[in-house]
């Protein structure tokens, strides 16, 4: 029995629950011990939570600047939204279609732009500052959405790009339930409070003081 999970809970039912294999890596970090996997597997449910608390706030305070920025961008051509004429390819446009279809088919109010901008993922973002959309995209408009980055707005595109790379995989790690034990989040912590800061420095500020995931590393249970 563990103390840990619970007297009434038998720690042999809940690994067949989990099943060995999703246990797999956690057994291996504890050295085989299932009463220390098991732990750590708890440990990883609750750093999980704190990796999707912090990239929220790093995911809308990055598609908002870079929304004003496309907004802006899109009037200074004399055009009336960014979505008709931004020169994506592939699975951005897709993307992008995606979210137009799912608001269209419900009720949004006088709020189409904001309802299709909250639609778009944080996947989405991270493909609008690679490297193809230098010329089209980061040089006219994006970079503006970074203002307190890197001087050199190309250094600035890929750095902000690694961030929100990293980012966006420690959080789909955590929103499907994987294993992120054996990560280093403390460095994904950096990226986003780095991201957040480009944007506005009080935004990133706010970031680093809301995160729950550098008190939570601190807890992360010893090896078996």
């Not at 440990?43 to 912090?54: F, G, P």
């Not at 709020?111 to 901008?117: A, E, L, P, R, T």
Request: proline share 4%; with cysteine.
């Amino acid at each position: 029995m563990s103390a840990a999970l619970g007297p009434e809970w038998d720690e042999h039912a809940i690994g067949r629950a989990i099943t060995p294999i999703r246990l797999q890596s956690y057994r291996s970090a504890a050295r085989g011990d299932l009463h220390a996997a098991l732990r750590l597997y708890d440990w990883n449910a609750v750093a999980s939570a704190a990796v999707l608390m912090t990239v929220a706030m790093v995911e809308v305070i990055t598609r908002n600047a870079m929304d004003s920025q496309l907004t802006a961008w899109a009037a200074r051509r004399g055009e009336p939204s960014w979505f008709d004429t931004i020169p994506l390819d592939g699975k951005a446009l897709a993307a992008l279609e995606h979210a137009f279809r799912k608001v269209e088919a419900a009720p949004c109010g006088n709020d189409f732009h904001g309802k299709v901008v909250a639609e778009l993922s944080f996947g989405f973002w991270r493909i609008l500052v690679a490297q193809r959309y230098l010329t089209s995209l980061w040089v006219p408009a994006l970079n503006k959405a970074f203002p307190y980055g890197y001087r050199d707005i190309r250094e600035r595109r890929l750095r902000v790009e690694q961030n929100l790379a990293a980012l966006v995989a420690v959080r789909n790690r955590a929103a499907h339930h994987e294993p992120i034990h054996g990560r280093d989040l403390l460095a994904d912590l950096r990226s986003a409070v780095e991201v957040a800061t480009w944007v506005d420095v009080d935004a990133g500020a706010w970031v680093a003081a809301r995160s729950p995931l550098e008190s939570v590393v601190r807890r992360r249970p010893r090896a078996g």
